[in-house]
């Protein structure tokens, strides 16, 4: 059995041009190559699997080769080319911060720069995952990475610069490197097909691309995976088979019954989805970037913006043809609702039916087509016509004009047609206000029954309402208020709080102290607890409200500790729990009482 390597070491680049997707990273280190401006350490940060640590080793051995190229780049020949590739060059250390983050390893690592290269000009020190580091090790590397010896060269790689401290950052020269596009990826995937003499359909490579994420290490380590799934035959269904991948084909499906509004076949492709072993919340996702895809179709200049094969690209130009753009963002805008709440759902697959569902029919309230029409235009002018010859009878009753109907007018009669054209006379100037009502159609029989009791055949005409409203004012007779009385306010308090349940509230209640200034009561209650439990009392608001006869009467709650009518208990402090207990039964009696029935006994101690 021969030994298998993966793909992504197998086709790991050796050169700068290899390199996929980081043209201005390596384009940027090949000009200091050629005008000898190489900084003493870089640090090169993005995602993972985009080949940070491989432009590492890229650099590291193209610096120390014998014979550069042309376009310095790497001999591959030379005896450090070649010590580089069977890992036994003595120049270049690699360390991983993420097994290696202490003190000790970074002076270890300080220890071995202080030595010259045997071999080469420079020594390279590679660093991945550095931010996995700890502060103390940080700071142990500062002084070495600010001032290394002329032939030291660090290079630091990693996924999350964020974590590292801006001292480090300050010292190196940063590089970030970006997502590798699918396009690129798809290119690079069919270069390997060919030379592994591999049969692979572009659709199935884009599905590769996509699940990759932009990361090339991902995306070849998913091909291995295919590859061994369809036997040398990479299809569209040998992967989305393997990778467990939603196929396109229902989403297309499912926007076709939305737009013709199949309720039952929306509901059968759903079902099926949920039976192949797809997650309601996955197919929310996928059927929402499905849209965005016809969205972007919709535009010429957006579709470069597609990342998907030829033959799938025309699949959505034409879906995108006879979808509309506000049903696309309307049905956007109610799958994100749905993904919001999915993990609140008690029933999730009955949630995401109701969201699918109401995408079934959003062609109608969007076009308004449950609106019923109005009425044409030619069989509106015949009702404004007799309505002009009526106007005196109109204005005379206009109570009356609700109950008339287009089909109870006249029709009209040649007669009357040079009368509509002769132009109005100085005698008919409320011609443009009273046909308003008229001129307008009927609303359908249902809309009659529902709004049956806002009808204009309920409504009175203004002068019967200034009539009414004028024998209201001269009939109304006028209330005027009690004069506060002190005595009154103060039992109609005490009489409340004998009707309440809680005798805490009862105690509470007792300690305030009433005064009256002006038109309103003063309530000085000595705790806030007394002034919550005031405010609850809206029944006692209203009693002294109705006694006084005075529906702007205020009780005003003034808070003053002070007020407790204890003063020399205060002032006089407690140390012993006696004390303690004495000074308790003098504010609240009935602590004795709870003492009593729980039959506790005091601590002398």
């Known amino acids: 059995m021969s030994h298998f390597v993966v793909s992504a070491r197998k086709y790991r680049p050796q050169r700068f041009n290899e390199v996929v997707g980081q043209e201005h990273v390596t384009q940027t280190l ?60 003595f120049n270049i250390t690699e360390l991983d911060a993420a097994s290696n983050n202490s003190v000790e390893h970074i002076r270890a690592l ?38 290394p010896p002329p032939y030291a060269i660090f290079i630091l790689a990693t996924t999350e610069k964020h974590k590292i401290l801006p001292t480090i950052l300050s010292r190196c020269q940063i590089f970030d490197f970006r997502r590798i596009q699918v396009p690129r990826m798809v290119a690079h995937l069919k270069e390997i097909c060919a030379t592994e003499n591999i049969t692979a359909e572009e659709d199935a490579l884009h599905i590769v691309a996509q699940k990759a994420d932009g990361a090339l290490r991902d995306a070849l380590s998913i091909f291995d995976r295919i590859v061994s799934y369809a036997n040398n035959q990479i299809t569209y269904e040998s992967v989305i088979h393997s990778l467990n991948v939603l196929d396109y084909d229902y989403y297309f499906q499912i926007i076709d019954a939305f737009l013709q509004e199949d309720r039952s076949a929306v509901m059968r492709l759903f079902d099926r989805i949920v039976n192949n072993g797809f997650e309601p919340d996955i197919f929310l996702v996928g059927l929402a970037e499905h849209l965005r895809n016809i969205l972007v179709c919709k535009d010429e200049t957006t579709l470069s913006l597609l990342e998907v094969s030829k ?10 043809q006879v979808t509309s753009a506000s049903f696309i963002l309307s049905a956007l805008n109610l799958l994100s609702e749905c993904d919001v ?51 005196e009878s109109v204005s005379e009753t206009p109570e009356k004009v609700s109950v008339a109907t287009p089909t109870a007018l006249p029709s009209p009669t040649p007669t009357e047609a040079p009368k509509a054209e002769e132009p109005p006379t100085a005698a008919k100037p409320q011609l443009v206000q009273e046909p308003i009502v008229a001129t307008t159609p009927p609303p359908p029989k249902s809309k009659l029954r529902r709004s049956s009791k806002h009808s204009l055949v309920q409504l009175k005409s203004m002068d019967n309402i200034t009539q009414e409203v004028a024998h209201e004012a001269e009939t109304a007779v006028e209330v005027q208020a009690i004069p506060l009385d002190l005595a009154v306010v103060t039992h109609i308090w005490n009489e409340h709080i004998e009707t309440l349940e809680s005798q805490q509230a009862q105690n509470l209640l007792k300690s305030t102290q009433l005064t009256i200034v002006e038109d309103s009561v003063i309530a000085t209650v000595p705790s806030n607890l007394t002034a919550g439990i005031i405010r609850e009392e809206k029944e006692l608001l209203e009693q002294l409200r109705t006694q006084f006869q005075n529906p702007q009467l205020a009780v005003k709650i003034k808070v003053d500790a002070s007020s407790l009518d204890v003063p020399e208990i205060r002032r006089k402090k407690r140390f012993t729990p006696k004390e303690k207990y004495t000074l308790m039964m003098e504010v609240n009696p009935m602590v004795k009482e709870f003492i009593e029935r729980l039959s506790l006994k005091l601590d002398e101690n």
């Open 341 to 391: 709440h999915y993990k609140m759902a008690r029933n999730k697959r009955l949630h995401v039916e109701m969201a699918l569902l109401k995408i079934t029919y959003l062609e109608r309230r969007i076009e308004g087509s449950n609106i019923p029409a109005a009425a044409p235009t030619e069989k509106k002018n015949p009702v404004a016509k007799p309505v002009e010859t009526k106007q």
């Open 311 to 320: 033959s799938l690209r025309e699949r959505y130009r034409a879906q995108a």
């Open 30 to 89: 090949k000009n200091a190559l050629r005008t000898d401006h190489l900084a003493h350490a870089f640090l090169f940060c993005g995602p993972r699997g985009v080949g940070k640590t491989t432009c590492a080793r890229i650099l590291a051995k193209t610096i120390n080769c014998e014979n550069p190229t042309e376009d310095h780049e790497a001999c591959g020949q030379c005896d450090s080319c070649l010590s580089f590739e069977k890992n036994a060059s």
């Open 110 to 147: 300080i220890e071995q720069v202080r030595f010259q290269p045997q071999q080469g000009k420079y020594k390279v020190f590679i660093i991945d995952e550095v931010h996995m580091l700890s502060s103390q090790a940080f700071n142990a590397f500062l002084k070495t990475l600010e001032e």
